[in-house]
């Protein structure tokens, strides 16, 4: 990776000007080759709490960027669904090799711990609870431990599921999913889940995977019809299900597609805010993604709250009524849902001048 040539600093500040940052912290550690950043977007409705990526990136900028975008999304994320948390996310850049990870990620604990507790972690894309563990050597601003609930993709099924009912209720008048079919890209640990729920609801399933464990499954368990990886676009069904990659929705695959519904776990279903417009245009539903994948934030600050079980579920369940009445509110005034999650987003965190800032309250 070439440093000096990878930074374009005036695109990156005015690409985190345009995303209403915040602040940003570099941490260089050469004994343990820890190179970390914490992005901050926002404090405003409590301390920000977001994933820790360990990832290779071909330049720093790219690292840069995803780490702003991801706090942006974070904050608005917690306030729609009205969790009492700002937005941040860290990144590592992993190098070549780890030689001792505890080592590495105790390292980064004592970075958070530097911010005060503005900054919260949690698992994220290239870490597991058990680096968790090793954060918690050193600082109290993490969840997703392996004490704590553990592996939240279950949360965010549920949230996914809900979000496909009241989609279902606005477009297709219906307040069952009996006989509904919904075609799910990806069956991993959300996807999976989800096919059991949406089977147990009676609706038909069909899926794609590279996995092949994961299809029989679904096919052994859950009568779930297969189609190949590019044919599940144009599969004639009620409900699109991207629970895989993304930036899927896009100008190659918006024209295959037949469903009157898209919602679906994966992050950044849309390639282009643009192409979230084309889909309202098409008379096609779309369920922000943030607000419908939301449950694995509940769960994560449940995890750092010990909040219980039971008020975890509830927030959960509240998606539903969250996604309703983003459609309600899309239809009403014939605006995008993603633009009306944003705008939700937005009149949440600037409603709120300043808050104190506290980690030691139940959420
Ligand atoms: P996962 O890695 O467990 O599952 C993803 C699945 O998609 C895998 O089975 C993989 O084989 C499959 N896949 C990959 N490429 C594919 C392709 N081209 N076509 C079809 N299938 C493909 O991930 P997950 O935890 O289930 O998360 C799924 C999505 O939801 C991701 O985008 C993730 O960022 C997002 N998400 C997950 C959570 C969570 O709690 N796990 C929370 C919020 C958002």
Redesign the pocket.
């Known amino acids: 990776m070439n440093i000096e040539s990878s930074i374009n600093n005036d695109a990156l500040l005015s690409y985190a000007k345009q995303l209403g940052f915040g602040d940003l912290h570099f941490k260089l550690d050469n004994s343990t080759g820890l190179f970390a950043m914490i992005a901050i977007h926002s404090t405003k409705l409590g301390p920000a709490l977001g994933g820790c990526r360990c990832l290779e990136y071909t330049t720093i900028s790219d690292a840069i960027r995803d780490a702003l975008r991801l706090a942006q999304g974070m904050s608005y994320k917690a306030a729609v669904i009205g969790l009492p948390l700002g937005g941040g996310k860290s990144v590592l850049l992993k190098p070549k090799a780890i030689q001792n990870r505890s080592a590495y990620f105790e390292k980064f604990g004592e970075f958070i711990e530097e911010l005060g507790g503005r900054y919260i972690t949690a698992v994220d894309s290239g870490t597991n609870p058990e680096d968790m563990d090793a954060i918690a050597h050193k600082t109290r601003y993490v969840s997703s431990t392996t004490t704590g609930y553990g592996d939240?993709?279950p949360?965010?099924a549920d949230g996914v599921f809900s979000s496909i009912q009241a989609a279902v209720k606005i477009k297709l008048n219906r307040n069952s999913l009996d006989g509904i079919k919904v075609a799910i890209?990806?069956?991993?640990?959300?996807?999976i889940r989800l096919a059991k729920l949406l089977f147990d609801a009676g609706a038909k399933v069909i899926v794609?995977?590279?996995?092949p464990q994961?299809i029989a499954k679904c096919v052994n368990e859950y009568q779930a019809t297969v189609v190949g990886?590019n044919e599940?676009y144009g599969v004639d069904c009620d409900v699109f299900s991207p629970?895989?990659?993304?930036a899927i929705i896009n100008d190659k695959t918006i024209p295959q597609l037949k469903a009157r519904i898209v919602v679906g776990?994966?992050?950044n279903q849309l390639a282009e805010p643009r192409h979230g417009d084309a889909l309202h245009n098409l008379n096609i539903l779309y369920g922000p993604d943030y607000v419908v994948?939301a449950?694995?934030l509940v769960c994560a600050c449940a995890d750092f709250y010990k909040t219980p079980l039971e008020q975890v579920r509830k927030q959960v369940a509240s998606i539903y009524g969250t996604t309703l009445s983003i459609f309600e509110r899309s239809a009403a005034e014939n605006v995008p849902t993603h633009t009306i999650a944003d705008i939700i987003a937005e009149e949440k965190i600037n409603s709120v001048s300043t808050k104190k800032l506290t980690t030691d309250k139940v959420a």
């Open positions: 939240p993709s949360f965010t890209q990806g069956v991993g640990h959300v996807g794609t995977d590279s996995n994961a990886l599940i629970c895989a990659l993304g776990s994966a992050n994948n449950g694995g």
